[in-house]
């Protein structure tokens, strides 16, 4: 079920979610936009998508498949490869730059989070935003970097794969879209997430390596 299914029964919660994936997909897509920006190619910064501003980011379909299906996307930012300073090697990281994007958000929201635990001022509602915020970018991060096309993970070891193998680079490229609408499909009639299963477990060893550093760092607090 999607965010909409919160509504009725918390709109609190409702809201803090949606704030957190908002600012999450943003994050994420700017950063892909500054890193092909500083690497040579500002078409993104020349379409006005060098910004946080989440109107130039959200998508109407995305953003409704994430209110009522639970699942969504931002718009892309545009990139183009052949403005960047190396393409095969720049396109890699400007992939790259979303997923991490996330990690690190999720690093510092585990840190504060942590840090005012410790001091004992963490109210209710900025627990539960940071607890969503921590699982939804280290979720996304994960997802993006599945290496199946559209994804971020497509582009980064998609360059690696057509340097050994071209033609199952062009059948990732021509199939993978179709893939990953069909496991999102399945997931949605059945109810079972395959990607919510392919991803858990790392995503809770991320996030425990987090709290351990957090702890660490914080120890005498």
């Known amino acids: ?50 910004t946080l501003n989440p109107l130039k980011h959200l998508d109407p379909f995305g953003t409704a498949m994430i209110l009522f299906i639970g699942f969504g996307y931002a718009k892309p930012v545009p990139v183009n490869p052949s403005n960047l300073n190396n393409p095969r090697m720049d396109i890699i990281k400007v992939a790259a730059a979303g997923p991490i994007s996330n990690f690190i958000l999720s690093f510092v929201s585990v840190f504060i989070y942590t840090f005012l635990s410790k001091l004992g001022i963490l109210q209710e509602n900025y627990t539960i935003f940071l607890q969503y915020f921590i699982i939804i970018n280290t979720y996304l991060g994960l997802f ?27 059948k990732l490229n021509e199939y993978g879209p179709k893939i990953l609408l069909g496991i999102i499909l399945f997931s949605v009639i059945t109810n079972i997430s395959i990607i919510g299963w392919l991803i858990q477990t790392p995503a809770n060893l991320i996030i425990a390596i987090f709290q351990f550093f957090a702890n660490t760092v914080l120890f005498f607090i």
């Open 1 to 50: 079920m999607g965010l909409i299914s919160i509504l009725n029964s918390n709109p609190v919660i409702f809201v803090l979610i949606a704030i957190a994936l908002i600012f999450a997909l943003c994050i994420h897509e700017f950063a892909h936009g500054y890193v092909a920006y500083i690497n040579g190619d500002d078409t993104a910064y020349r379409m006005g998508r060098l």
């Open 144 to 170: 993006n970097l599945l290496p199946i096309y559209p994804l971020d993970g497509g582009q980064i070891f998609g360059n690696f794969i057509s340097k050994y193998n071209r033609d199952f680079f062009y």
